[in-house]
C-alpha cells in the first residue's frame, strides 16, 4: 500500500510539473531609474524568426521608438534619449536604452516585433515581445555620469505563478499522503 501511495504522489507530482511547464511565462518586468540617470528596458527577439528586425517600442498612448536596419523613429519628447542600437538588434538584443531619464517617462512600455507574414508580401504582423514598467525616482542623481538602472533584485520583478503553485500544491498532496 506504501509503494502505491509513493507512485501515486510522484505520478501526480510529474503531472502538475509537466503542466506547470507548459504555461507562459510572463513577459513583464519592474525597472526603476532615478531622473536624471539611464535605464535599459530588456527585450529580447532571438526566438522569433526573421532576417530584417523591426521594433517598436510603445506606451499605451504613443510610439516611443522605432528601428528597421539604419532608418529610425523617435517619438515626441524622447529625441535624442531612445536608442536601440543597430549592431545589437541584429544579435537579438532589442533592449531599448533611455537617457536622461524624466518624471514623465514613468509607466508601461511594450515592444514588439514587426514580421512579414509571407517573404514577399507587403503585410506584416505585430509580435509581442516584451512589457516593461518603469518606475521614477524624483530625487535626481548625486553624480551626473552616465550610469545605468541594473536590473536586480531590487528593480526587477518576474512572477512565476506557476511555481508557486506547484509548491503548495506538492506541500498539500505531501501532506494527505
Known amino acids: 500500500m506504501k509503494t502505491m501511495t509513493s507512485l501515486l504522489y ?25 531622473v536624471g ?3 535599459v528596458l530588456p527585450c529580447d527577439w532571438r526566438n522569433v524568426s526573421t532576417q530584417s528586425p523591426h521594433v517598436v517600442w510603445q506606451t499605451i498612448s504613443e510610439t516611443v521608438f522605432e528601428r528597421r536596419g539604419e532608418a ?13 542600437p ?11 536604452e533611455l537617457k536622461n531619464v524624466r518624471p514623465e517617462d514613468a509607466g508601461m512600455y511594450e515592444s514588439f516585433l514587426l514580421v512579414r507574414r509571407r517573404k514577399r508580401s507587403l503585410r506584416t504582423k505585430r509580435v509581442f515581445l516584451q512589457s516593461v514598467e518603469l518606475s521614477v525616482d524624483e530625487k535626481p542623481e548625486e553624480d551626473s555620469s552616465d550610469r545605468v538602472a541594473v ?10 505563478p506557476q511555481v508557486i503553485a506547484l509548491s503548495l500544491l506538492s506541500s498539500s498532496l505531501f501532506h494527505l499522503f
Open 10 to 34: 510522484t505520478t501526480v507530482i510529474l503531472s502538475i510539473a509537466a503542466f506547470a511547464g507548459s504555461l507562459p511565462v510572463p513577459s513583464h518586468i519592474f525597472i526603476s531609474a532615478r
Open 37 to 39: 540617470s539611464s535605464a
Open 72 to 84: 529610425l523613429y523617435q517619438g515626441e519628447g524622447y529625441e535624442d534619449r531612445v536608442d536601440v
Open 86 to 96: 543597430e549592431d545589437q538588434l541584429l544579435k537579438g538584443d532589442c533592449s531599448l
Open 151 to 160: 536590473a536586480d533584485d531590487a528593480g526587477v520583478n518576474s512572477h512565476y
